[in-house]
């Protein structure tokens, strides 16, 4: 597909201009039960010329309506298929916990679909493709999903305790869910570009070590940083991890 200069919205993300014609783009990828929301205060932590694109997935905020995707495989899909139209300029990637999965999966379709080879894939808190196991949390009914997600710490406590907006956010949660504890061990592919890994080391689920085995998929280069926190540890740690990306954003 022919890349284009952009002057389109898309329902896929939300979009953090720059006021000028970008030259380079951060695609950020949001956890299981997260939305774009989650990145605002990024869009303007950068320098001029960069553009943040904060991935909507289905079934939450502007897209509440639609369905959810449960499968990793089928959002990377969706996501990539989306990003095209602004691959006209570089395209760096940064996923958070499931984020991770889908951004590793995108990188994947965009260089071997598309001849699009990402400036960097950055991965946060989530273990690598080959080193995950399954997980049956999305079988075990509504409030031991709500515990999993209040033991994360992603999310408003008080939202998951009020029962009407509970109600709102569960069918989200279930499809994400589903999506990351069916997405077992694959194959190490490696990608094009390099990888740069960040966790909490206060990380409840995610080791040091589960973060270093990215670095398999990794023959372009490399990076782990561990910083302090726990899963979420990029909310208190923002400006370190803002750091790290502008060096890969130029």
């Known amino acids: 597909m022919e890349k284009m200069a952009v002057g389109i919205d898309s ?7 720059t006021g ?13 039960g997260g939305s774009a929301g989650f ?10 010329g960069v553009e943040v694109l904060a991935t909507r997935y289905p079934g939450r905020q502007e897209r509440l309506a639609e369905p959810g995707i449960d499968r990793i495989e089928d959002l990377a899909e969706e996501v990539t298929a989306a990003l095209l139209p602004f691959a006209d300029v570089p395209l760096t990637l940064f996923g958070h916990s499931m984020g991770a999965s889908v951004g590793y999966e995108v990188a994947l379709r965009l260089e071997s ?28 009914g509504d409030e031991a999903l709500l515990e999993e997600v209040r033991g994360l710490g992603g999310t408003d406590g008080e939202l998951l305790d009020d029962p ?7 069918p989200a949660l279930r499809s994400d869910f589903k999506a990351v504890g069916t997405y077992g061990p694959r194959t190490a592919v ?11 080391d206060g990380d409840p689920h995610i080791t040091v070590e589960d973060m270093a085995a990215w670095g398999e998929v990794a023959p372009a280069g490399f990076e782990l940083r561990v910083l302090p926190g726990n899963h979420f540890y990029l909310v208190e740690q923002r400006d370190a991890v803002v750091r790290a990306l502008a060096a890969y954003l130029g």
């Open 39 to 48: 990145f605002h205060g990024w869009g303007t932590a950068f320098d001029y």
């Open 164 to 170: 009407d907006l509970r109600e709102v956010v569960l």
């Open 11 to 17: 329902k896929w993300f939300r979009r953090y201009g």
């Open 113 to 140: 679909r598309h001849g699009i080879l990402p400036q960097a894939l950055f991965v946060s808190s989530r273990k690598a493709p080959h080193e995950l196991t399954p997980r049956t949390t999305y079988l075990d």
């Open 20 to 32: 000028a014609a970008p030259r380079g783009r951060l695609v950020c990828l949001p956890h299981a």
């Open 190 to 200: 490696p990608v094009g570009c390099p990888v740069v890994a960040h966790v909490g």
